[in-house]
Each structure stands twice: as C-alpha cells, then as structure tokens.
C-alpha cells in the first residue's frame, strides 16, 4: 500500500498538483476504502481564482513590456493517454452481447503537446511509454527517429525532468528557432509552463546556448486548471480527435467482416498504429482551439471575429457517435463524452497496481525484445514442448 501511495503522489507531483498532509492521509484512507476520487473543497478553490486574477495581470504587463506576439509565446502541458480506451458500451455488438463483461484498456502513455497563440505552430510532441516496443516497431519496419514525436520509455510511462530538457534542447528549440525566422520574426519566445517536477524553474539552465533566446514562464501553484492554455479544451479536442480516428480504423478494418471489437484490439491495432492516430489527431487541432484556449491568460490575444464562419458543421463528437453506430455499436454523444472525462480523471489504485506490476516487467521485457532472433512467427509455449517431448522420445 505504501508503494502505490507513494506511486500516486509522484503521480500528481508530475501532473502539476498541489498535495497537503491531509490530501494525502485522504487518499491513503480512500485507498483502504476503495473509493478513488479526491475533492478539492472551497478554500482551495478560491485562493485559486484570486492567484489566477493577480497573474493575468501580471502576464499582460510582462507581454507588453517585452513586446511579445501571438506568434512567439507558446504552451506546453502533458496529458495521459490511454490509448487502447474506448467509450464504455462500444464493446456491445450483435455478435457479443452474450459474452462476459468487457474491462476497459488499461494501456498508457504519455504526451507533452505545445503550441503557440497564434496556432500556426505546433511542435512535435514528447511521448513516454513503459515499455519499448521493439516487436511492434520491428513488424513495421520503423525507425523511432523517423516518428512524428520524440519517444521515450521509462516504467511509469512519466515525463522526467531529464525527459523534457532533451526534448525542449532537440525539438522545441530548434523548431521555434525554425518558425520564427521563417516567418521574419524577432528572435525572442515564451514559453508558459506549469509548475510540475519536470520543469524545475532553473530550466532555463538547461537550455543549450543557441537556443537563449527562449524565456520560460511559470504558472502559479493551483491555477493551472483555470489559466493553462492546453487545459482549456485543445486536450480535451485532441482526445475527442483521437477516438475518432480510432473509430474510422476500426470501422475501415471491420467493414464487411466478422472480426469483433475485441479481435480488432487483439490483432489490428498496436502502438505504431497508434502513433499514427496521435499525429492525425494533433494534426486536426485548429488553430481557432489553440487561440480561443488563451481567452483567460490573455483574453486580447484572442480575436473572436477572426474565426467567424469557420465552426464545423459536424461537432467531433457526433462525428464519433456516427462511426460508432455505422460500426453497429451503442454508442451516443454521453458515451464519448464519458470517455474524455474518464481520459483526465486521477490514477485509480488498480491502475497504480499496474503501473506497479510493469516495474517488475519492463527490463526483462527489453532484454528479451534485444535479443530475440529474427523470426517469422513466435513459437508457442505448448509448441516448444511438444518439440522438446519429440525430443526426448528420439
């Protein structure tokens, strides 16, 4: 018990969170109880939307004395992904309604996404996964170095301070370096981060020499979720893009087949796949939701009257709900909606019991991945003994 607790406070340290004597005790206490939600009450609650208040003044006084454009302030911020998750009754179809209760994807990853005000900007994204895949990325013959994000691994699948400072060096520098001078900017940027481990606030000692010219901004203790850009609905678009493509691959694979939801998991959808997805979906983020998420740190930097007319006629999430049953699945506008909000809900403890378990899991995995011979199929357990029983019998 001792270790998933201390799992779940790294947790929500890496997250940004703010963590009492008495948030914690509550959590152990829920633990035991089996109840895993924790509620942060009034006091709290408030002392945050006065922080929030004085910061946005604050940030417009910076912006205007540095001179600082839409196009050079930029937002980072990591979300967790499960990606094999789909909304809770999609599994029911006409084939397995008879079948026993479906549990849902407990597979995780990391993501960091950022971007600018303006929307024309956005940077690869750093993804951290607990494991690395060598099967998976050998059966599609690719080369991480090739992929739309910067990969790494580690256990828990968290962003690590060394993580982000090799991101922020060998993607975020180079690419806003890219941006501005492409666009005959002034070679200046800010970047606004929260306040998680991951990004120390000496970062900007991190940073290599060429890449000076980047100033980083922290937000204020528990005011994260009112005032953090990515916070306000681009993760929240980006998941419902996600599950959407998620949808149009599983309907394109099973179209005019008997394959169930569960074989389509199984046999047609891994992580490459998914990576693919990831940059689809972070691709089809607008430039009006990367704006408008900036309407409360800095509400003059969002021109409404630009984006007039350019609301799509068909929201996300009932393009979901209409793949989803052309699928022959019940799913409705609630059931996705679930799903994004089950997408940013804490770590429960069976999910810290997972996390846990992959510790113990993940270098054996990655020796075996390193050294396993080329082959065209992977021999079974039973084969193997009925090989060595020929064996024997010779």
């Known amino acids: 018990m001792e270790k998933l607790l201390m799992l779940w406070v790294t947790e929500k340290q890496l997250q940004g969170g703010t963590l009492t004597q008495s948030i914690i005790c509550e959590k152990d206490l829920r633990k035991r109880t089996g109840i895993h939600s924790v509620v942060r009450h009034g006091e709290a609650a408030s002392l945050d939307v006065k922080a929030a208040e004085v910061y946005i003044k604050t940030f ?58 303006s929307g024309d900007c956005k940077i690869k994204p750093l993804l951290v996964y607990h494991s690395e895949n060598s099967r998976a990325f050998k059966s599609h013959k690719i080369l991480k170095e090739k992929l739309q994000v910067m990969w790494r691994t580690n256990p828990k699948a968290w962003v690590t301070r060394k993580f982000f400072v090799e991101w922020i060096n060998l993607v975020f520098g180079p690419s806003v370096k890219k941006y501005l001078q492409e666009n005959n900017l002034p070679m200046q940027a800010l970047l606004v981060l929260d306040n998680a481990p991951a990004h120390p606030p000496n970062l900007k000692d991190d940073l290599l020499e060429e890449f000076k010219f980047i100033k980083v901004l922290y937000l204020p203790p528990n005011t994260t979720p009112i005032l953090q850009p990515m916070d306000q609905q681009v993760i929240s678009n980006f998941k419902k893009l996600y599950t959407k493509h998620i949808f149009r691959r599983c309907f394109e694979v099973t179209e005019n087949t008997n394959l169930t939801l569960r074989e389509f998991w199984k046999d047609h959808f891994d992580i490459v796949i998914c990576l693919r997805i990831i940059d689809q979906a972070w691709l089809g983020v607008t430039m009006r939701t990367l704006t408008s998420a900036w309407k409360k740190l800095w509400p003059e930097a969002v021109a409404e009257r630009a984006f007039k007319g350019l609301d799509p006629k068909v929201s996300v999430v009932e393009e979901n709900v209409s793949l989803g049953k052309s699928m022959g699945l019940e799913v409705d506008e609630r059931d996705v909606n679930e799903l994004i909000e089950e997408q940013s809900q804490e770590v429960t403890t069976e999910e810290l019991h997972d996390i846990h378990s992959q510790q113990h899991t993940v270098v054996q995995q990655k020796i075996s991945f390193e050294e396993e011979p080329e082959m065209e199929e992977v021999i079974s357990t039973r084969d193997i003994k009925e090989i060595l029983e020929c064996g024997r019998k010779l």
Not at 78 to 85: A, D, P, Q, Y
Not at 86 to 91: E, L
Not at 104 to 111: N, Q
Request: a positive charge; proline letters at 7%; hydrophobic letters at 35%.
């Open 60 to 117: 417009s006084e910076l912006i205007e004395a540095k001179g600082y454009i839409p196009q050079q302030v930029l937002n980072c911020d990591e979300t967790g992904l499960f990606w094999k998750r789909m909304p809770s009754r999609t599994y029911i179809t006409a084939e397995e309604k008879t079948m026993p209760g479906h549990k849902p994807m407990k597979d995780r990853l990391t993501l960091a996404l950022c971007a600018n005000v």
